[in-house]
């Protein structure tokens, strides 16, 4: 079985400042790893994903995250964040191959300070 | 648009009631599934789906039931057997469950209160 930590509840971050939202896993075979974004009352929308293959992944809005398989780790990071980025985050993970359904983190809120 | 609606958004029910929340999808998805979102707990797996008449139970299905009959459709009840029905109830899709296809797609959310 695999699990997922999202290690801040909370981020507060001033507008323009870098971001970054932690997310460990646990698992003892290769996964998939993914982001989503929540937007207050409203569903889950994929910000990015890593499958294989470069183990740094972008998002069109200036997300970007690292796969590092050493540290278990899928850390999110914008360089410079907008009020609009205010949200809820969350990590998910699954085992890669075969039939599995993802194990989601408990979630990071972002909030974004003019 | 192809997409996920849940209706309603909101809902209220009185203790002890059954309630169902609906979920369709115009996506040709073979798979569904329902999530309960409450603060600081993530997302917890109600129920999932891989195929019309068959579903299976997830991490948190106790007081709940599903149907899929049709494969756009995956209606979840509320039974008064859930000890703790207020929540925010999310429903979700994907190709499948298999591989890179299981990248799920979620609907807007029906938030349940129970008085």
């Known amino acids: 079985a695999q699990s997922v930590t999202q290690l801040d509840s909370q981020v507060p971050v001033f507008e323009e400042a870098p971001v970054e939202l932690r997310c460990n896993y646990s698992?003892?075979?290769?996964?998939?790893l993914f982001w989503y974004v929540q937007y207050p009352n409203q569903g889950l929308q994929l910000l990015l994903k890593?499958?294989?293959?470069?183990?740094l992944v972008k998002s069109i809005n200036g997300f970007e995250a690292e796969f590092n398989k050493s540290q278990t780790s899928f850390h999110l990071r914008k360089p410079s964040v907008h009020i609009s980025d205010t949200a809820e985050y969350f990590c998910?993970?699954?085992?890669?191959?075969?039939?599995?359904?993802?194990?989601f983190g408990r979630g990071t809120s972002l909030i974004v300070h003019p | 648009d192809g997409g996920i609606t849940q209706s309603p958004k909101y809902l209220f029910r009185k203790e002890g009631q059954n309630v169902t929340l609906s979920c369709e999808q115009n996506?040709?998805?073979?798979?569904m599934y329902w999530y309960r979102q409450d603060p600081g707990q993530g997302l917890r797996l109600i129920y999932y789906?891989?195929?019309?008449?068959?579903?299976q139970k997830g991490d948190i299905a106790e007081g709940y039931s599903v149907s899929r009959e049709k494969k756009e459709s995956f209606p979840l009840t509320v039974t008064s057997a859930q000890k703790n029905p207020t929540a925010f109830y999310l429903c979700?899709?994907?190709?499948?469950?298999?591989?890179?296809?299981?990248?799920?797609?979620f609907g807007p959310g029906t938030r349940l209160t129970v008085l």
């Open positions: 996506l040709n998805h073979d798979a």
């Open positions: 698992s003892s075979v290769s996964v998939y």
């Open positions: 998910a993970v699954r085992r890669s191959g075969g039939s599995y359904i993802p194990t």
């Open positions: 890593y499958l294989s293959g470069s183990t």
């Open positions: 789906s891989q195929i019309v008449n068959d579903f």
């Open positions: 979700a899709s994907s190709v499948g469950l298999a591989g890179v296809y299981n990248e799920q797609f």
